[in-house]
């Protein structure tokens, strides 16, 4: 059962555009959330994260939404970069009293090229 | 620099040996993490210690094994019972102190043959 889902394999923005990348997840218990860059071959680096008694949060070019009700974050990169093309993950956590922040369900990954 | 080292990046064994990963951190983090990639899927958690001395099967634990007898150092063994272990591995560790992402290493891809 997949409980992190991004249902968009790949995405194609031209340079200087907004990238919007989703992702759904099922499990009601997850209560933190993140996004991950990576590069083929390499380890995933951070990008942002929000907590789930948050709707919001933004870091420079990166926001990332959360819609608790829908079971729906959604990661915005603007204006994007030809740089950011690589593939970007959401991940969600279960907080069971701190200690499980780095216990992550991944999804499956959207390809984001942008193009000059 | 503080970070998480995998070594080696690229190993290839035969089917049917057993294989040792290597992950270290110098991060002071007490909790640490394998996970498996396969190719048009997420990252899948295999094993993970929060302290050293002790550790909890993840998602996928069958057919790997591990130790933490020491803080800095997390080993994954693939061993032979594991049907499909041609994949990208990668290590990753948290820090207990307050809300923080994990910090993944640059992996290793093991290719069995």
């Known amino acids: 059962d997949q409980q992190v889902k991004q249902n968009s394999p790949s995405l194609s923005v031209q340079e200087g555009r907004i990238s919007i990348l989703n992702c759904d997840y099922t499990n009601s218990m997850f209560d933190y959330f993140l996004w991950y860059k990576k590069y083929p071959a390499e380890g995933p680096t951070f990008l942002i994260s929000?907590?789930?008694?948050?709707d919001k949060n933004e870091d420079g070019r990166f926001t990332v939404f959360l819609n608790k009700s829908a079971k729906h974050l959604s990661l915005h990169i603007v204006p994007s970069q030809p740089g950011d093309s690589a593939v970007y993950f959401c991940a969600a956590s279960r907080n069971a009293g701190g200690t499980s922040y780095g216990k992550l369900t991944f999804g499956q990954g959207t390809i984001l090229t942008v193009h000059p | 620099d503080g970070g998480i080292t995998q070594s080696p990046k690229y190993l290839f064994r035969k089917e049917g040996q057993n294989v040792t990963l290597s992950c270290e951190q110098n991060?002071?983090?007490?909790?640490m993490y394998w996970y498996r990639q396969d190719p048009g899927q997420g990252l899948r958690l295999i094993y993970y210690?929060?302290?050293?001395?002790?550790?909890q099967k993840g998602d996928i634990a069958e057919g790997y094994s591990v130790s933490r007898e020491k803080k800095e150092s997390f080993p994954l063994t693939v061993t032979s019972a594991q049907k499909n272990p041609t994949a990208f591995y990668l290590c990753?560790?948290?820090?207990?102190?307050?809300?923080?992402?994990?910090?993944f290493g640059q992996g290793t891809r093991l290719t069995v043959v």
């Open positions: 991060l002071n983090h007490d909790a």
């Open positions: 990753a560790s948290t820090s207990p102190f307050g809300v923080t992402e994990a910090f």
């Open positions: 210690s929060q302290i050293v001395n002790d550790f």
């Open positions: 929000i907590s789930s008694i948050k």
